[in-house]
């Protein structure tokens, strides 16, 4: 798939985007140094769970579409507010959306603090039902970085939108 530099470009600006809000995210606490230790601390390589910020992630498989393949991964629950109110999140009263997001844990005994976040691209495509074609480019990246696969709002596992034709 060949990309144009506009779409790269999207591509690009989306990503440094929620990587910014992830780290605002896992960044709120009353105790900065202690947050950046929890991020900083190393996932055993025989973890069934752990907590990354405020998120508790658990060992879950990633299904492969049309194969039975699958992928060993960190799956975490995660919600935001489906609307914002005067410029503040109406996460109190309003209604959640339950996005998916999963963690492809690095090679490396203690990655790097800093996480790659994959975003698919769009309209509607999912990041983790599109990690096994993407995985071959992020296998450098695992050698000492984990990778957070976020289904951005309305695409695969994160509250889809389907429009009838």
Partial sequence: ???????????????????????????????????????????????????????AFKACELTQKHSGATTSAF??????PERRVENQRDGATGRRLALRLALIKSDAVAADSDIVVFLAGGPGQSAVDTWPQVAPAFAPLLAHHHVLL??????GGSNVLECKG
């Fill in 75 to 80: 799956c975490a629950p995660f919600s935001v």
């Fill in 1 to 55: 798939m060949k990309l144009d530099t506009r779409t790269a470009l999207r591509i690009t600006m989306a990503v440094a985007a929620v990587g910014y809000l992830a780290f605002s995210h896992f960044a709120k606490t009353h105790d900065g140094a202690r947050q950046a230790s929890t991020l900083a601390a190393p996932i055993p390589a025989n973890a069934k769970a752990f907590t990354l910020g405020t998120l």
């Fill in 150 to 155: 976020l289904d951005q709002r309305g695409t």
